[in-house]
């Protein structure tokens, strides 16, 4: 189901698709937890219907192989290892060159498409100069991790936001208490919130925030560790509290520009040492960062 704040997109792909202008190439712009994946594929449903309606009627063969996920036009490419491979381009490019199972439209939806190595990325160029007739490709990406200029100039882009009205009443009808303020870092991102619930962790994010609040970090290291070492993901999520943090001090003046970049950077410098290098002892790492923190 496609959430109300991308009904707007939602409905600028139906206009373009029922008009005969639906690009090719397109490449949703939007944060995980915005709704990219569920606006793509309502829209592959849409395209790979046999009714020949602007929405998915539902009955035809090639929507009922769509419900349990069978149908032979329907291409779903996402990160292996961290990566999109030039192999896995290749493939994408044999899929479509090969005949439609319906004598229709065939699709492809490459999640996390800022993960395309630079060989990928150049063999997915073919593709996009070159489209076959009723063949659609559509990316989905971040819109912090900047992807090639050739990429991007060969496709059709919509950045995907969220109204923050309509994220408060969503957040609101999953039974979560908006006026938290742990829930106001992810006005930009509900679903986040909904899979987290669905999950059982919203105990363990609230939990983030509260540590992160802290006024000696230091003495939390211990909670911090085993909620690491449960989801490394939380590794992310108590990051983006400490950041909020410190730009509430910086603003408010309890924190000077030098001390501000340097805890920043002390952050970036955890997180980024967390994704990159193979057998860190996160103990000690997250020691040095609560340190560093702590520092006034």
């Known amino acids: 189901m496609i959430p109300s704040w991308l009904q707007p997109n939602y409905q ?82 044999d899929f479509f060159v090969s005949t439609a199972s319906f004598q229709g439209n065939k699709v492809v939806i490459v999640k996390d498409a800022h993960a395309l190595t630079l060989s990928a990325s150049n063999a997915l160029l073919k593709t996009l100069e070159e ?21 991007l100039s060969r496709c059709f882009k919509i950045t995907l936001t969220v109204d923050a009205n309509q994220a408060k009443q969503f957040i609101s009808d999953l039974g979560i208490d908006v006026t938290q303020p742990w829930v106001n870092a992810f006005l930009h991102r509900p679903l986040c919130l909904k899979q987290w619930q669905e999950d059982g962790q919203l105990s363990a994010v609230e939990s983030l925030y509260q540590l992160s609040q802290q006024q000696t970090l230091q003495s939390c290291h211990k909670q911090l560790l085993e909620l690491f070492n449960q989801n490394t993901d939380y590794i992310d999520i108590f990051a983006q ?33 967390f994704k990159e290098v193979k057998g860190l002892n996160l103990s000690l790492q997250l020691n040095q960062l609560l340190k560093q923190l702590s520092y006034l």
């Open 131 to 151: 489209p076959n007739a009723n063949r659609y490709l559509v990316l989905l990406s971040d819109p912090n991790t900047p992807l090639p200029a050739t990429i």
């Open 12 to 93: 600028q792909l139906q206009q373009l698709g029922a008009t005969g202008q639906l690009h090719h190439g397109l490449l949703l712009l939007g944060k995980e937890g915005v709704g990219s994946f569920d606006l793509a594929y309502q829209l592959t449903l849409d395209l790979l219907c046999m009714s020949n309606g602007t929405q998915a009627c539902g009955v035809c063969k090639a929507c009922t192989l769509n419900k349990s996920q069978t149908n032979p036009d329907f291409m779903l490419v996402s990160a292996e290892k961290d990566s999109i491979s030039v192999e896995q381009v290749r493939a994408i490019s």
């Open 241 to 273: 509290f400490c950041a909020q943090k410190l730009q509430t001090e910086l603003l408010s003046n309890t924190l000077d520009v030098k001390r501000y970049q340097e805890k920043n950077q002390a952050l970036l410098s955890f997180a980024h040492k």
